[in-house]
């Protein structure tokens, strides 16, 4: 069964940092995709970063620049550095991932993930 937890949300002030994690476990994927998703209160949910199991990365337009995705194959763990932080990055924050044949297969935060964790709450105070 395939088990994905997130850990490192809290609170932090403008323009400061935080880091989220994301273990796996359940599984043993030859290829995957893999995202940072959030949904704010009252909005919908969206994608924040995406990284495919060759660590090619993509990102949403709000947090390029500010936001860092990574991963630790050995470890199964994903890692979100959230850097330069803004008050509309308030939301609970969610992991997911995709497992595929090969990274090739993936389409960034436009794919379509199998398997989601329950969240993590990240606040930002103006």
């Known amino acids: 069964q395939v088990q994905l937890v997130e850990s490192g949300g809290g609170s932090v002030q403008a323009g400061g940092s935080l880091q989220l994690s994301c273990v796996g476990s359940g599984y043993t994927y030859i290829g995957h995709c893999m995202a940072w998703f959030r949904q704010a209160p009252g909005k919908e949910r969206e994608g924040v970063a995406a990284i495919d199991s060759d660590g090619k990365t993509s990102y949403a337009a709000s947090v390029k620049g500010r936001f860092t995705i990574s991963q630790d194959n050995a470890k199964n763990t994903l890692y979100l550095q959230m850097n330069s932080a803004k008050p509309e990055d308030t939301a609970t924050y969610y992991c997911?991932?995709?497992?595929?044949?090969?990274?090739?297969?993936?389409?960034?935060?436009?794919?379509?993930?199998?398997?989601w964790g329950q969240g993590t709450q990240v606040t930002v105070s103006s």
């Open positions: 997911a991932i995709e497992p595929v044949p090969a990274a090739k297969y993936c389409k960034g935060l436009n794919g379509d993930f199998r398997h």
